[in-house]
């Protein structure tokens, strides 16, 4: 099978696996326990603390392990906003990117729905990328800024969440608790301009998140570069077995624990410490981290293969997302540069030109995601695993859904059209041969879906 999902998870390294073993087997002692097998456990855990602090630009201290990037995000989202709003009770709004991962989303949501916050979308351009004066806009109460965040549980997904009485669905920065916006996205690959929106952020006061699951191996992650207060990773994208990720919060940031228990993690998320999983973390991320340059360089070349392919092989294909082609692209706006207005129709390339990115990068290396008008995207996934081929339609954490993706439908992007997604991710060993016959059998397929 030609592996071709690597955005929903990666198969763990062999020194990944090489490095967890010893403390699955005879040094398998909890961490807690005052024993000498479990003290040999509680430096093992404190080491692959400072080596993953070491990759990060980060103090140990401020390292806190979890069991995904989901309980990172919801530990994120809802720790900063609870914690700030106990210092402060004026401060009970959360502004969330409109393509964020639904660990963030429903955060937020959960925030609205039963502690009283409100919760705020910001929206994206029809490539997918927050400006930095949408984002300065709804810190400053700007009233086409954002808009109250849709509520998934209620009878409509345009019913707004709950809100305090009185709120008018926009910010102002004495009341911003927190924001979050995604450093890259999962489903269309646009990777924001975090420097930008974090120093903005701090103008205000308001401790920004972000979720860089996605980043991990092939965008920098180091915390003090981006400036950010809170950053979230997955074991699992990067080369180690489910069940490990990480929140790091910057050292004076409040932060309220979801769990209670034992007190683990300096008081900050009890349960017992996965140990092997944070050693295979440590060594993911050190192995991510050496060979980023060249991988990602290798995978931007394979990503704009597979692009030309089916856009040249596949009649209608629409690519979703920043086009990163050069004859699309322009030019790459500065940091600096003021957002242009987005076109008319969403799915011109000229409306798709990147207005964000970071040091000239607007897409995932490792991404490429189309829509293919008239062939329903779940039954092209089944036909290509049919041929050999395993890609998705989105996100992994929404398979199964009947609503169309948020993500494509915050582009722009008519729910009907937004049904035909399919997302190729690529991975450390994906080779152009593979990826030619992706191409091969993704027209085949269409053709034969669409005849």
């Avoid at 039963?114 to 004066?133: I, K, N, Q, W």
């Avoid at 897409?363 to 189309?370: E, V």
Wanted: aromatic share 2%; net charge negative.
């Amino acid at each position: 099978m030609i592996y071709l999902d690597h955005a929903a998870t990666t198969a763990p390294h062999r020194e990944v696996l090489e490095a967890m073993w010893p403390w699955l087997t005879g040094g398998f002692g909890n961490a807690s326990s005052h024993h000498e097998r479990g003290q040999r456990a509680a430096r093992a855990l404190e080491g692959a603390r400072e080596r993953i602090a070491a990759v990060l630009g980060a103090r140990p201290g401020e390292i806190i392990f979890t069991s995904g990037g989901t309980e990172a995000d919801n530990l994120a989202v809802k720790g900063i906003a609870l914690a700030r709003r106990e210092r402060q009770p004026s401060r009970h709004r959360v502004l969330v990117g409109a393509i964020e991962h639904d660990a963030v989303l429903e955060s937020a949501r959960a925030l609205a729905r039963h502690d009283g916050f409100e919760a705020l979308e910001l929206p994206v351009d029809p490539s997918g990328a927050l400006s930095p004066d949408t984002f300065r806009a709804a810190l400053v109460s700007d009233d086409d800024a954002a808009h109250t965040l849709p509520d998934r549980a209620a009878p409509s997904r345009g019913v707004a969440s709950h809100a305090p009485p009185g709120s008018s669905g926009v910010s102002d920065p004495a009341t911003v608790a927190m924001a979050s916006v995604m450093l890259a996205n999962n489903e269309v690959g646009t990777v924001q301009d975090i420097p930008a929106l974090a120093e903005i952020a701090a103008e205000h006061g308001v401790p920004l998140h972000t979720d860089a699951v996605q980043g991990a191996g092939s965008l920098p992650l180091n915390v003090r570069d981006l400036g950010v207060a809170a950053l979230t990773l997955a074991g699992h994208k990067i080369g180690t077995p489910q069940g490990i990720g990480l929140l790091w919060v910057k050292r004076g940031t409040p932060l309220r624990p979801l769990m209670s228990g034992g007190g683990h993690e300096r008081g900050r998320r009890s349960g017992t410490s996965n140990v092997a999983g944070a050693v295979g973390m440590a060594v993911a991320l050190e192995l991510a981290e050496r060979e980023r340059v060249t991988y990602a360089a290798r995978s931007t070349a394979l990503r704009d293969h597979l692009i030309s392919g089916i856009l040249s092989r596949v009649p209608g294909a629409i690519l979703t997302g920043p086009d990163p082609r050069p004859e699309r692209l322009g030019h790459v706006h500065a940091p600096s540069d003021r957002a242009e207005p987005a076109a008319t129709d969403p799915l011109s390339p000229s409306a798709r030109m990147p207005t964000s990115g970071r040091n000239g990068i607007t897409r995932l290396p490792t991404n490429a995601s189309f829509c293919f008008p008239g062939v329903n995207g779940e039954t092209v996934l089944v036909d290509l695993e049919n041929a050999g081929v395993l890609v998705s339609s989105g996100s992994a954490c929404a398979a199964g859904s009947s609503e169309p993706s948020h993500v494509l439908t915050a582009l722009g992007i008519p729910a009907e059209l937004a049904t035909t997604s399919v997302r190729y991710s690529l991975g450390r060993d994906t080779t152009e041969e593979e990826v030619d016959a992706a191409v091969r059998a993704t027209a085949e397929v269409v053709r034969r879906l669409s005849a």
